[in-house]
């Protein structure tokens, strides 16, 4: 193992990071590149994720080489990585313990996990994962499963879902939908086939423009939206799903293949731990604009897993690791702290090859004042999404400069 390099030493740490993702890593370079000098990362995995890539090779246009990492080369030169899962936290004696029972005392916490799959509030779906007849993007294992499935389905039903908040950045489980419908129809047998989408909401990002956009692609590929439906519960024997709807529960049988994307939860260990409440998701209870803990004065979150009154997204991290970083160090001097505006992103495709990239904070749509129309499917920002992105991210943001 190379680089659990002075890992055996760590028992204090002056900034505890707590998960080597997006937030995680971009956060610990950039405190690094401002001059910190004790920077500690708790993260079990081997590997590091750049998730959005997930939904390409979930249809067949990226390797999963391309949005996989070693985690030794992610984590920045000067950070001690313990290479461990938290397992529980104990603000009150600015202690977190590790699953092999290691004890790190801190200073500062930063909390970022990310979310996880919630298994259980969907009864069946593991098994259905497990028999192949239901598949996602947004489960690594799966991906690659995915585009394979929807390939060899020529007739029927196919049911996709958007997972229901919180979830990392929901509006992308559009991608699998939109470019699998394309391909159907350019194989001439769209038309065969009933592509059902359970819409957690009654729309899909809440901005107008780019909603009736998503609303006329839903039009030109016939796919039928059932409105503020939730997957209850999955049969992988009989192919059935029960979905859970405004007006009652609405079973879907027979179905040929389901994109069902699992809902999601933060770690048991947040909320067990009295940072946040199960009845939000467990997520961090943090001040959704300074990102500090409402209840510890030495705790912080961002990412997925800090509650943050906007959808989730790598794009919103570049702005609240900005910002973070920026209010460790006013509050270490007692100085007035910056404020996260709630800006996300959320890149659609709505063929094979165009996206629209919906850009908006706690105020509305973003950018406001661009000369361009926004909204629109372009072949550009499709390309920038899948090839420009992913360089952006290894080389800029994971090196801390945001
Ligand atoms: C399929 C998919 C597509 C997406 N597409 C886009 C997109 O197109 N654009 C966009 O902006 N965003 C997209 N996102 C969202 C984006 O990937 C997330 O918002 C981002 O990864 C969040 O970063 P994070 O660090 O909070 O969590 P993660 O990236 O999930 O990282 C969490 C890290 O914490 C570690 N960890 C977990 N538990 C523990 C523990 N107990 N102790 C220590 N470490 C732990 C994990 O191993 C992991 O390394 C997508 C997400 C998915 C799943």
Redesign the pocket.
């Known amino acids: 193992m190379t680089l659990t390099r002075a890992d055996a030493l760590v028992d204090h740490a002056e900034v505890l990071v ?9 956060l610990a370079a950039r405190l690094l590149r401002d001059g910190a000098e004790d920077v500690t ?5 081997p ?9 390409y090779v ?1 249809v067949g246009e990226a390797p999963v080489s391309a949005l996989e990492r070693p ?1 030794a080369r992610v984590v920045p030169r000067g950070c001690r990585w313990v290479q ?4 529980a936290v104990d603000p009150g004696a600015s202690t977190v313990t ?2 092999r029972g290691r004890r790190i005392t801190y200073s500062t916490l930063v909390v ?5 799959e919630d298994w259980d509030a969907t009864p069946g779906l593991q098994d259905a994962y497990a028999a192949g007849w239901a598949t ?3 489960v ?1 294992g799966a ?1 690659t499963l995915v585009w394979p499935a929807l390939q060899a389905v020529r007739e029927g039903t196919v049911l996709f879902t958007v997972p229901p908040e919180p ?3 929901a509006a ?2 559009l ?1 699998p939908l939109f470019m699998a419908c394309d391909s159907w129809r350019r194989a001439g047998v769209l038309r065969d086939l009933d592509v059902v989408l359970a819409l957690p909401e009654k729309q899909v990002t809440g901005v107008r423009k780019a909603d009736a956009r998503l609303e006329r692609a839903f039009e030109r590929y016939g796919v039928r939206v059932l409105r503020g439906a939730r997957v209850a519960r999955v049969d992988p024997v009989l192919r059935s799903v029960e979905l859970s709807t405004p007006t009652g529960s609405r079973q879907l049988d027979d179905l040929a293949h389901a994109h069902v ?1 699992p809902h999601y939860r933060a ?1 048991r ?1 947040v909320a067990g731990g009295g940072l946040g409440t199960e009845a939000d998701g467990g997520r961090v209870d943090v001040d959704p604009q300074t990102l500090r803990s409402r209840r510890h004065e030495d705790v912080w979150s ?5 509650s943050l009154g906007t959808s ?6 570049r702005k609240q690791v900005d910002v973070l970083a920026r209010n460790l160090a006013a509050a270490a001097k007692g100085r007035r702290l910056r404020r996260y505006d709630g800006f ?4 659609v495709t709505t063929s094979r090859r165009r996206l629209v990239l919906v850009e908006r904070d706690r105020s509305g749509p973003r950018p406001r004042h661009l000369p361009v129309r926004r909204f629109v499917p372009r072949r550009t920002t499709w390309l920038f ?1 899948r090839y420009g ?1 992913p360089v952006v991210y290894f080389r800029r943001l994971l090196r801390g400069k945001v």
């Open positions: 707590v998960g080597g993702g997006n937030a995680g890593i971009s990362l708790v993260e079990p995995s590997v590091h994720r750049y998730r959005p890539l997930l939904n979930g985690m461990d899962a938290v397992a590790t699953g970022c996990p990310g979310m996880q996602s993007t947004y690594p991906a979830a990392p950045c992308t489980a991608k994307v770690p260990w961002i990412g997925d897993v800090a989730s997204s790598g794009g919103g991290l996300t992103v959320m890149p999404d992105l």
